[in-house]
C-alpha cells in the first residue's frame, strides 16, 4: 500500500516515533523540522510497503550515528542521503529502490525519509529495531545475519568513509570513532539488503504504527494515554510524579535511575526506572515490570507526549507505559544483542505481557 | 531473642543506627554477612544481613531494591551497610523495607567487619554469651586496677561497669559475694547484690579475682607499711643479739631508719611461759609470737615511742627518749607491760605472758643492758618462783638493802614481832594475810588496786583488812606504821 507522506502524516509520525523512541533516539522534531522543509521543497514522500517492490530491489537502510543532540547546532547540508547512495551504488554496483530507517524511534525515523525525498525515493514501511537502540548491530538485520558490508559514512562536509568490516561489532566500533571525528554525528548506511532478505530481516509496518500512533495522541477523545494504548498494545505501569532522578558511571556504563512516586490510583506505589540513552528497566519493589528489549516510555500525563531520557526532570507528571517489542528480540540472539544482559542489568528477561498479566 | 535497637543499643557496637522508621522490634536470630546482593535473598528468616564494603558502595543501585525484596521474602529482619556518614538509603529500598518491617542500619565506615559480626553475633547469643563477654571485660579491669594498685573503692566501680550491675564492699557477703582477706582475717566482702542469672555466674568469677586482688592490695600496702617498722625491728634484733662491738655500719643503719640509738632506753621483755604448749609446730609458735608483738606493740604505743624486736622465743619492747627519762622511768615502763600483758590476754589468750623491764640506759650499750636487765629479772623472778606477770630489774637496788638489814638479827626479830599476830593464823592463812597486807601498803592504801592485783572483790580486801589492823592492833593511818609493816611484810616475802 502506497502512501504520500503529508503534513499531518509528518507530524503524527514525528510523534509516534517519540513514543517508539524509548526516551533515546534523539528529539524527532528536528527530525520533523527537516522533513517539512523537505516536504515544502521536493513535495512529499512516498511511503510503500516492502510487497510492493520486486524482491531483488535493493533497500538502503540508513540514518544518523552519533549524539543525537549534536544535531541542533551540527545542521546537515540535506545531501548526505544522495551521497551514501551514490556510493552505495558504485559499490555494489545495483542500483538503490528505496531507503529505510535503522530505527523508527526517535528523529532517526524522519531522517530517510527526507534524503528518499530529495532523491525521489520511496521509504519502506519497516525498519532495523521497531524502536531506538544504541549500537548499530542491534538491528534485526543482524540477528538475521545480513552482511553489515559494505558500511558507508558521510558528514555535512562532504567527506565519505566506506567500511568493510569484519562483523556487526566492528562496524560499530569503526563508525562510532569515525562520529566522533565528525564532530559527534554523522550519517550512515549498512546493512544493505534486496527486498526479499528484507521480509524476514525487518520490524514491518513500523511507519504505520508511528503514524497510528501520533494520530491517536492528536484526535484522541478523553485520555490519550488510553488511545497510544490501545493502538500500541502496550500497559500502562505507572502515573505520578518524578521524585528522584540521578545519574552515575558504573562499570564504564553512564545510568541513571528515576523514582517515579504514584499519584491518584497509584499513590503509594513507587515505581523506578533504570536509564542509559533508552529506558530499559522498570522496577518495582524490587522487582521488574518491564525490561528491554521491551519498549518502556516516559509521557507527559497531559500531553501524552514523549520524554526523552535526558528531559526527564524531578516534579514532572509522566506516565510510564510499556509495549512489547517485535517478537524476534526475544530470540536468543535477539535476548543477547539487546536483553537486560547487553545492557549490563543483572537479570533474565521476562516479555512484559507475563509480568503484566503477574501483577494485574 | 534481642531485638534490633537492644542489638544495636549495646556498647560494643556504638556507631550502628537505624535508618529506618521501623523494624526496631524485630527479633534477631542470626547474623550474615552479604559480599554481594544476590546473598540477600540467601539469608535466612529472622536474621541480620550485613552487606560488604563493595556491596554497600552500589546501595543506590536497583540490584540492592532486588536484594532486599528477595530478603523480605526470606523473612529477614534487618539490613546493615556500610556508609561514611549516616546512610540514606534510597526512596525505594526504604519503601521496600518498609513494606516487610525490615530494619535498616547504618554501619560507620571504620567499624571492623568482623569484630562487627564478631560483637552482634554475641548479643545475638543471649544471656550466657553476654554474661561471659562481662565477664572478661571484668577480669580485664581487675588485672588492670591490680597493676594500678588501685583502692577497693576503684575496684568496686569499675568492675560495677564491667559487669553492668551495682558492686559493693560489704560486711555482709550476700549471694553473689567474695571475702576480701589480709593476714588471714576477713575484711569484708566484694558483693553484687543485684545480679541474678547467667550474669550471676560471671560475677561470682569477677568479684572472686577481685577480692583476690584487693586482698593482695590491702597485704601488699600493710608490708610497706610495716616495712620501716620491720627493718627497725631487724635493726635491734641485731644490736641486741650480737656481743661483738659496734661498728659504724649498724649505726649508719639506725640513722638512715630514723632509730634515736644515742638516747635514752628502757627494754621490756616479754616471754611466754607456755610457748611449747601454746604451738603446735615451731612456725606456729613463731606465728604466735609475731602476732603478740604487734598487740604489743599497738597497746604500748601512746605512752612514748616504742619500737618492737623479736629475739629467740621473746619479744622485745624498747621505750627510747631523746633525754633522760628519770627516775620514774622503770615505773612508767612498767606500767606500759601491764597494758601489754592485758592487751595481749584479750587477744592471745592461749598465751601466757610475762614481762621483764629493765632499767633506763643511754646509747646503743645502754640498750644491750636494759635488754639484759630485762632478761635478768624475769630470770631471777622465775628462779625465785614468783608469779608477777610483770617485774622489773632492781634498779634502785631495793632488793639488795632489803636482804642487807634482814641479815641482822635484830631487823629479824623485829619482823617476827610486828608480824606475829598474823603468823598465828598459821599456814596457809598467815602467807594470805601478809600478802594481802603487802599488796595493800604496795598500792599506797588503795583496796582497789590492791584487790586488781590479787584477783579479789574490793570488799574482801577491806574486810580483810580489818581483820589484819584489828589482829596487828596497827593504826595504818600511820605513815611510820605502815613503813614499819611494809618493810616487814617485804622481808618476810623474800623467803
Redesign the interface.
Known amino acids: 500500500m502506497k502512501r504520500l507522506l503529508d503534513e499531518p502524516a509528518l507530524r503524527a509520525l514525528a510523534r509516534g516515533c517519540a513514543v517508539l523512541g524509548t526516551g533515546g533516539g534523539g528529539d524527532p522534531r528536528i527530525g520533523l523540522l527537516l522533513a517539512l522543509q523537505s516536504l515544502e521543497e521536493v513535495g512529499p514522500t512516498e511511503l510503500v510497503d516492502l510487497d510492493d517492490l520486486p524482491d531483488d530491489a535493493l533497500i538502503m537502510p540508513c540514518g544518523m550515528v552519533g549524539a543525537p543532540t549534536v544535531h541542533i547546532e551540527k545542521i546537515e547540508n540535506g545531501g548526505e542521503g544522495a551521497v551514501l547512495r551514490e556510493h552505495l551504488e558504485r559499490l555494489t554496483g545495483r542500483e538503490v529502490a528505496a531507503l529505510m530507517p535503522a530505527e523508527i524511534g526517535g528523529s532517526n525515523g524522519l531522517l530517510p525519509l527526507c534524503w528518499a525525498g530529495r532523491m525521489g525515493l520511496p521509504v519502506v514501511d519497516a525498519d532495523g529495531m521497531g524502536r531506538a537502540f544504541p549500537l548499530i548491530p542491534q538491528v534485526t538485520m543482524h540477528l538475521a545475519g545480513v552482511d553489515p558490508n559494505p558500511g558507508v559514512m558521510t558528514d555535512e562536509r562532504g567527506n565519505v568513509l566506506v567500511f568493510s568490516a569484519v562483523s556487526g561489532e566492528w562496524m560499530e566500533r569503526l563508525e562510532r570513532s569515525a562520529a566522533v571525528e565528525f564532530g559527534g554525528a554523522g550519517a550512515a548506511t549498512e546493512y544493505t539488503m534486496t527486498v526479499g532478505q528484507a521480509r524476514d530481516a525487518t520490524v514491518r509496518g513500523t511507519f504505520t504504527l508511528a503514524i497510528r500512533i501520533g494520530e491517536a495522541l492528536t484526535s484522541a477523545v478523553g485520555d490519550p494515554i488510553a488511545a497510544v494504548l490501545a493502538v500500541a498494545g502496550g500497559y500502562p505501569l505507572m502515573s505520578g510524579k518524578v ?2 532522578v ?1 545519574r ?1 558511571t ?1 562499570k564504564g556504563f553512564v545510568r541513571g ?1 528515576v ?1 517515579i ?1 504514584g499519584l491518584g490510583d497509584d499513590s503509594g506505589r ?1 515505581l ?1 526506572l ?1 536509564i542509559q540513552n533508552e529506558n530499559l ?1 522498570a ?1 518495582e ?4 515490570l518491564a525490561s528491554v528489549p521491551d519498549l518502556i516510555t516516559v509521557l507527559d500525563t497531559e500531553t501524552a507526549d514523549a520524554i526523552p531520557t535526558e528531559r526527564v526532570r524531578y516534579g514532572q507528571r509522566v506516565t510510564v507505559i510499556a509495549m512489547p517489542c517485535a517478537p524476534v528480540w526475544r530470540s536468543d540472539f535477539g535476548l543477547r544483542m539487546a536483553g537486560p544482559r547487553a545492557f549490563g ?3 533474565d528477561y521476562v516479555p512484559v505481557e507475563e509480568l503484566a498479566g503477574a501483577s494485574a | 531473642m534481642p531485638s534490633v535497637d537492644a542489638i544495636i543499643a549495646s556498647p560494643q557496637l556504638a556507631g550502628l543506627e537505624r535508618v529506618s522508621h521501623g523494624g526496631g522490634g524485630r527479633d534477631i536470630r542470626d547474623v550474615r554477612l552479604a559480599e554481594q546482593f544476590a546473598d540477600l535473598g540467601q539469608a535466612p528468616a529472622d536474621s541480620i544481613v550485613v552487606l560488604g564494603r563493595s556491596a554497600s558502595a552500589e546501595a543506590t543501585d536497583y540490584r540492592f531494591d532486588m536484594g532486599l525484596r528477595w530478603a523480605a521474602l526470606q523473612g529477614v529482619a534487618a539490613v546493615a551497610a556500610y556508609s561514611g556518614s549516616r546512610w540514606r538509603p534510597t526512596a525505594t529500598a526504604a519503601d521496600i523495607a518498609e513494606r516487610s518491617g525490615m530494619a535498616l542500619i547504618s554501619v560507620p565506615g571504620q567499624a571492623e567487619i568482623t569484630g562487627l559480626i564478631r560483637a552482634i553475633r554475641r548479643e545475638i547469643g543471649g544471656t550466657a554469651e553476654v554474661a561471659l563477654a562481662r565477664a572478661e571485660a571484668g577480669i580485664a579491669a581487675v588485672n588492670r586496677l591490680e597493676q594500678q594498685g588501685a583502692s577497693l573503692a576503684a575496684m568496686c566501680q569499675e568492675v560495677s561497669q564491667a559487669l553492668g550491675t551495682p558492686v559493693e564492699f560489704s560486711p555482709d557477703p550476700g549471694a553473689v559475694g567474695a571475702a576480701v582477706v589480709t593476714s588471714q582475717v576477713t575484711v569484708g566482702y566484694i558483693a553484687a547484690p543485684a545480679v541474678t542469672g547467667d550474669l550471676a555466674v560471671a560475677a561470682r568469677i569477677v568479684l572472686h579475682a577481685a577480692a583476690a586482688a584487693a586482698g593482695r592490695i590491702y597485704d601488699a600496702e600493710r608490708r610497706s607499711r610495716e616495712l620501716p617498722v620491720r627493718s627497725r625491728g631487724q635493726l635491734l634484733a641485731e644490736l641486741l643479739i650480737s656481743e661483738a662491738a659496734l661498728g659504724e655500719d649498724l649505726l649508719d643503719r639506725a640513722r638512715q631508719l630514723g632509730v634515736p640509738l644515742t638516747g635514752w632506753h628502757v627494754a621490756v621483755r616479754l616471754e611466754a611461759d607456755n610457748l611449747d604448749d601454746a604451738g603446735r609446730d615451731e612456725v606456729h609458735r613463731f606465728e604466735l609470737l609475731e602476732a603478740a608483738g604487734q598487740v604489743a606493740l599497738q597497746a604500748a604505743t601512746g605512752s612514748g615511742t616504742w619500737y618492737l624486736s623479736s629475739v629467740s622465743r621473746a619479744i622485745v619492747l624498747i621505750s627510747m627518749s631523746a633525754s633522760d627519762p628519770g627516775p620514774q622511768a622503770g615505773a612508767r615502763a612498767a606500767r606500759a607491760a601491764e597494758r601489754v600483758l592485758e592487751a595481749a590476754r584479750e587477744r592471745l589468750p592461749r598465751l601466757r605472758l610475762r614481762a621483764g623491764v629493765g632499767a633506763a640506759h643511754q646509747g646503743p650499750l645502754g640498750l644491750r643492758a636494759s635488754a639484759a636487765e630485762a632478761r635478768a629479772a624475769l630470770a631471777a623472778a622465775r628462779a625465785a618462783g614468783r608469779n608477777d606477770p610483770v617485774v622489773a630489774h632492781d634498779a634502785t637496788g631495793v632488793q639488795r638493802m632489803l636482804l642487807e638489814w634482814y641479815a641482822s638479827d635484830s631487823a629479824r626479830s623485829s619482823v617476827r614481832e610486828l608480824l606475829a599476830p598474823l603468823e598465828r593464823l598459821g599456814s596457809p592463812r598467815a602467807e594470805t594475810a601478809i600478802r594481802t597486807l603487802a599488796v595493800y601498803l604496795d598500792e599506797q592504801g588503795s583496796a582497789v588496786r590492791a584487790a586488781q592485783k590479787l584477783h579479789l572483790h574490793r570488799n574482801a580486801v577491806t574486810y580483810r583488812l580489818r581483820q589484819i589492823s584489828h589482829l596487828l592492833e596497827a593504826d595504818l593511818a600511820d605513815c611510820d606504821q605502815r613503813l614499819a609493816l611494809q618493810l616487814a611484810c617485804r622481808a618476810r616475802l623474800l623467803q
Open positions: 521524585t528522584d540521578e552515575r558504573t535511575s523514582v512516586e513507587l523506578r533504570e528497566v522496577l519493589q524490587g522487582t521488574v542489568y543483572d537479570f
